[in-house]
């Protein structure tokens, strides 16, 4: 079992940054590969990046390649969204999650979530 608790989110304007983390708890933390997805309102829940059990392997949304980038520390079962040149399209509840199988873009793909942290670009 793996419990996930994001932090970092908050109102920025467009064109800054801010740095997302995704505390995990358990021992096993290190065998999950990890994603970010977000839920703006009114919206479905869609893939943000994800990353491979080891770090070796990070995959991205087109929407956000270039201007994102997730990484982990497996040493303090975290994982970090830094976020540069925001834009107000980036609003949304952002959520960690955990995988152990399947393909990383699919929520599917996912057993375990985080409650969500907001982001809000103003333009």
């Known amino acids: 079992q793996v419990q996930l608790v994001e932090s970092g989110g908050g109102l920025v304007q467009a064109g800054g940054s801010l740095r997302l983390s995704c505390a995990a708890s358990?021992?096993?933390?290190?065998?999950?590969?990890m994603g970010w997805f977000r839920q703006a309102s009114g919206k479905e829940r869609e893939f943000v990046a994800a990353?491979?059990?080891?770090?070796?392997?990070?995959y991205y949304a087109d929407s956000v390649k270039g201007r994102f980038t997730i990484s982990r520390d497996n040493a303090k079962n975290t994982v970090y969204l830094p976020m540069n040149n925001l834009k107000p399209e980036d609003t949304a509840v952002y959520y960690c999650?955990?995988?152990?199988?399947?393909?990383?873009?699919?929520?599917?793909?996912?057993?375990?979530w985080g409650q969500g942290t907001q982001v809000t670009v103003s333009s």
């Open positions: 358990g021992r096993t933390f290190s065998s999950y590969a």
């Open positions: 990353i491979n059990w080891s770090g070796g392997r990070t």
């Open positions: 999650a955990g995988s152990t199988r399947g393909n990383l873009y699919y929520k599917s793909s996912y057993d375990y």
